[in-house]
């Protein structure tokens, strides 16, 4: 439960109450349901009108809110996995494949963090290690010789940092990814889902076109890494949070992303299916848009886009 959320829970609770009493005055409970519940959605409406860049932190690392399978299973047509970097192993942190988005041939691929304790083991919370950012240079490499687009869907806190990974040349794997985008003549299209973290988030987000859902957020390090460095303690995530620009807003602002996609009221996670079709619109939009550049075209407008972004207006 999101702790701004607790009136808004409160309140949803005592509809379902109504909803299951049993009484003979049902018209007076029906409309004391459509009260609170128009209630409800004023709450919602004015509780996410004015979030903080820390209360977006947490929505965008809602349980609930919609995973790579999820969008998978939604928006993906005949998804078929591919497993492997063809150099040491799988990494199921970073999934990707081939499918069929809108009836067109895609290569997609996406952090998956899990939904429960064994799926969340299974995934490693959605931080891949190196062989996860080969296997998605593979992929989009495989892409460029079939000449089909490449989809990415990024949610993660970042690339995983363990020991083993530092070993296999973690550093490596991301500035390998990030060059094999920048050079892939094939147009790629990235959507930020939940959490953009790091180099784990840019390693399969430098692309073409970069959406991001409204409530998700895009940092160079996670709120609680940035305040125990500066602050040496967690404590200041909340400052920390404010301080980095992080949310959908300042990253358009500062042009380091193309477009926001609004989400549902009251955050992604309460309507999923809703969300997935409005990241599933921009991200036809944006094909749309790419589809008449050339190879040549393709790459120099993206170097273009990324030698532009932290360059003052003249």
Aim: glycine content about 8%.
């Amino acid at each position: 439960m999101l702790d701004f959320e607790k009136p808004i829970l409160e309140l949803e609770s005592k509809i379902r109450e109504l909803r299951n009493a049993s009484s003979d005055d049902t018209l007076n409970i029906a409309e004391e349901i459509s009260r609170m519940e128009i209630k409800a959605q004023r709450l919602i409406q004015h509780t996410y009108s004015k979030l903080t860049p820390a209360q977006k932190v947490k929505v965008a690392r809602h349980k609930d809110r919609p995973h790579f399978h999820d969008y998978i299973k939604n928006m993906i047509e005949d998804f078929t996995p591919l497993a492997g970097d063809r150099l040491f192993g799988e990494d199921l942190a970073l999934i990707g494949g081939l499918g069929r988005f809108n009836g067109q041939s895609v290569v997609v691929m996406g952090q998956e963090k899990g939904a429960d304790t064994e799926s969340r083991l299974k995934h490693n919370f959605g931080m891949a290690r190196p062989e996860g950012y080969r296997k998605a240079q593979r992929l989009m490499k495989m892409a460029e010789q079939f000449k089909i687009p490449v989809i990415t869907l990024v949610d993660t806190a970042g690339a995983y940092p363990g020991l083993g990974a530092e070993e296999r040349g973690q550093s490596e794997a991301i500035a390998k990814s990030i060059e094999v985008s920048l050079n892939l003549k094939t147009p790629i299209v990235s959507a930020i889902i939940g959490e953009g973290g790091s180099g784990g988030a840019i390693a399969i987000a430098t692309a073409d076109r970069i959406i991001m859902l409204a409530h998700s957020i895009y940092s160079v390090i996670s709120p609680e890494g940035c305040a125990s460095i500066l602050w040496r303690s967690a404590d200041y995530a909340k400052d920390a949070a404010g301080a980095l620009k992080l949310t959908a807003e300042d990253m358009l602002k500062n042009g380091l992303i193309d477009s926001i996609v609004k989400e549902p009221l009251g955050g992604a996670h309460r309507q999923k299916e809703k969300a997935i079709r409005r990241v599933q619109a921009k991200i036809s939009d944006s094909l749309q848009e790419l589809s008449s550049l050339s190879p040549d075209q393709l790459v120099e407008a993206r170097h273009a886009k990324f030698l532009q972004m932290g360059r003052k207006a003249a």
